[in-house]
């Protein structure tokens, strides 16, 4: 039989930036292009700020990245990752070829990048050991200057725009550098803080620049020779977290009080114009890590939680804002119902996908904690989760929220949703049956220790669990009928057919087995490489998906392969599942859901 890799991604999803409570988040608006960049994982994205779910990434890091930044003119990017690979890649073309790519070019993992207005010179600073900055010409890498006279962790850099180019930075020595150049040298050095300076900027005509720090002050310098003009404390009523310029004389500023300010500079002094609640009861999740405007009276910013905010009208008492989320880590587990795409991910957030948005449910989720089973009833009206905890929430899809919770003394290690409303629990000694939320049966398992994978026939008649040790149990109904062995690896996925039960393991092996006789019909499928992850199966059509960055496509009636979808992400798959109008969405460990369309003779639309 012909096999082809015929697919293709007719859908991403974004994921968003890594955040850390209390830090600034890497973000950066070109303001000319309406573009926003930032990192996630090993990949850097860019999204249209216009059509917030159009977006492009580069994929050139094989670590990663830690910060991003366009230059002025739009049209290239400066990356660095956590091994210290400086790349300037073109932001423009879809292919966005590297103008160059410097290995292990940083002296630390970089926490800010500055560029010179014509476009020819980098800044990157941020953590080190003899030197914390370095300024380089993109064209050839060639280090301009010393940026000299620091003993800790620079968190900030800024360069003026207008000439004679004037570079400053500062950071966890409560101090802010001044240096002239190119080549830069050091000038000054003035401490005027208590605690770390986490943002400097200049004002687009480079008669200002401005710090905020983790000591609740704004800091109002001269731009031309770094004197210092005036100061404000208790800007906020926590520390400030960054900064950026409307224009010449207003800015704005992110907190970890859960507020936005814009400001005005009046002569010399900084005057407060409005305040931005984004939510009336703030959380934690909800500091405020990142600001960046779009333009005089529009901004976006950043949660400690994921969420981005859209501002408009940010000088009046009413401003409209509007919200976008996004995973924050791999997604660890999917379902699909007949409207919405589920996701769950390893730091425990939920999202109901539509038509591309996602959405966090109402209600209490889970926290802190990885998602490792999503389970759909029949009627796609309920999806049950399941947490690394052993917590198992509700999640009414018609509502949107979780509805009810529940927790357990003993391991959970998996579920699976059979017909409309049981579900069926795995722990160490038992298969606990739910009816309606309420237990009303339990099997005992015998002579096989440390299960961690569950399936049940469509009917709930048979069920199946695979253990640690590559062996596989059939029950009829509470009755054991065959004890299976597969191979000495752990039973990853289990799913049954109409006709036959599919079993894949840790080492990347597939078996297909007459679950009534109790007997293999294969010799083992064994194209795959790396961990099964999981198998699905709509029709006749067998799609196993496994951590070598493979989903391959099995006909039923012939047991054999018709399609080998390869190079799905950058690396590794890690959760996977089916639409019922024959696409297949793929989540892998450079954080991007995908949705494929792929072999033709599937129901596709």
């Keep these: 039989m012909e096999q082809k890799q015929n697919f293709e991604i007719i859908q991403m999803m974004a994921p968003g930036p890594k955040t850390v409570r209390g830090q600034t988040a890497n973000i950066h608006v070109c303001k000319k292009n309406k573009k926003l960049v930032y990192c996630s994982s090993n990949i850097v994205i860019i999204r249209n700020l216009e059509n917030f779910q ?32 400086v790349h300037v890649w073109d932001a423009i073309g879809e292919n966005h070829m590297p103008k160059i790519q410097l290995e292990q070019f940083a ?88 605690s770390f300076v986490n943002c400097l900027r200049f004002s687009p005509d ?61 002569d010399n002094n900084i005057q407060e114009k409005n305040t931005l609640n984004v939510k009336e009861k703030p959380q934690i999740l909800d500091q405020l890590l990142a600001v960046q405007s779009i333009d005089k009276d529009q901004l976006i910013s950043l949660s400690f939680g994921g969420t981005f905010y859209f501002n408009k009208d940010i000088k009046n008492e009413n401003f409209s804002y509007k919200s976008v989320e996004a995973h924050q880590n791999i997604v660890s587990a999917m379902v699909h119902s007949q409207d919405y795409l589920i996701t769950g991910d390893l730091n425990g957030k939920i999202l109901i996908w539509e038509n591309g948005v996602g959405q966090i449910p109402n209600g209490s989720g889970h926290q802190d904690t990885k998602i490792t089973k999503l389970a759909l009833n029949e009627s796609q009206s309920i999806v049950y989760s399941l947490s690394q905890k052993g917590d198992i929430k509700i999640l009414d899809l018609k509502n949107k929220e979780f509805s009810k919770s529940y927790s357990f003394e003993k391991k959970v290690n998996n579920i699976f949703a059979v017909g409309e409303n049981y579900l069926y629990i795995l722990l160490d000694k038992s298969i606990e049956i739910w009816r309606d939320f309420e237990s009303v049966n339990s099997i005992q398992l015998q002579q096989i220790d440390d299960p961690i994978s569950l399936a049940a026939s469509k009917d709930g008649q048979y069920i199946a669990v695979g253990n640690s040790r590559g062996k596989i149990q059939i029950f009829d109904e509470e009755k054991v009928i065959h004890q299976l062995n597969h191979m000495d690896f752990q039973i990853t996925s289990l799913q049954f057919s109409q006709k036959f039960l599919y079993s894949g393991d840790s080492s990347g092996k597939m078996n297909v087995w007459d679950f009534k006789e109790g007997k293999s019909m294969t010799q083992r499928w064994s194209m795959h490489s790396n961990r099964v992850e999981q198998i699905l199966i709509q029709d006749q059509y067998i799609f196993s998906v496994s951590q070598d960055n493979r989903v391959i496509l099995w006909d039923e009636n012939s047991l054999e392969k018709i399609s080998d979808i390869k190079n799905v992400h950058t690396n590794q798959i890690f959760s ?30």
């Design 54 to 85: 159009e977006f492009q990434y580069y994929q050139g890091h094989r670590f990663p990245v830690t910060c991003a930044k366009f230059s002025p003119n739009g049209n290239w990017v400066c990356s660095v990752d956590e091994k210290l690979n």
């Design 107 to 194: 002296t630390g993992i970089v926490k800010d990048i500055a560029w010179t207005s014509d476009n020819q010179r980098v800044a990157i600073v941020g953590e080190g050991k003899e030197f914390f900055a370095k300024v380089f010409l993109i064209d050839t890498g060639s280090k301009v200057g010393d940026i000299g006279m620091i003993g800790k962790t620079l968190n900030t850099v800024d360069i003026r725009g207008p000439r004679p180019f004037r570079l400053a930075c500062a950071g966890e020595e409560f101090t802010t550098n001044w240096y002239e150049g190119p080549p830069y040298k050091w000038k000054k050095t003035d401490k005027y803080n208590t």
């Design 206 to 266: 480079g008669l200002y620049f401005i710090t905020v720090s983790s000591d609740k002050k704004i800091i109002l310098f001269d731009g031309k020779d770094g004197t210092k003009l005036s100061e404000l404390q208790n800007a906020h009523n926590g520390g400030i977290l960054q900064c950026d310029w409307l224009n010449e004389n207003e800015f704005v500023t992110s907190s970890a009080d859960k507020t936005i300010k814009v400001w005005e500079i009046s």
């Design 576 to 605: 996977a599942c089916l639409s019922s109008d024959g696409h297949i969405f793929t989540a892998g460990n450079d954080w991007l859901i995908k949705k494929l369309k792929y072999v033709k003779n599937l129901n596709q639309k």
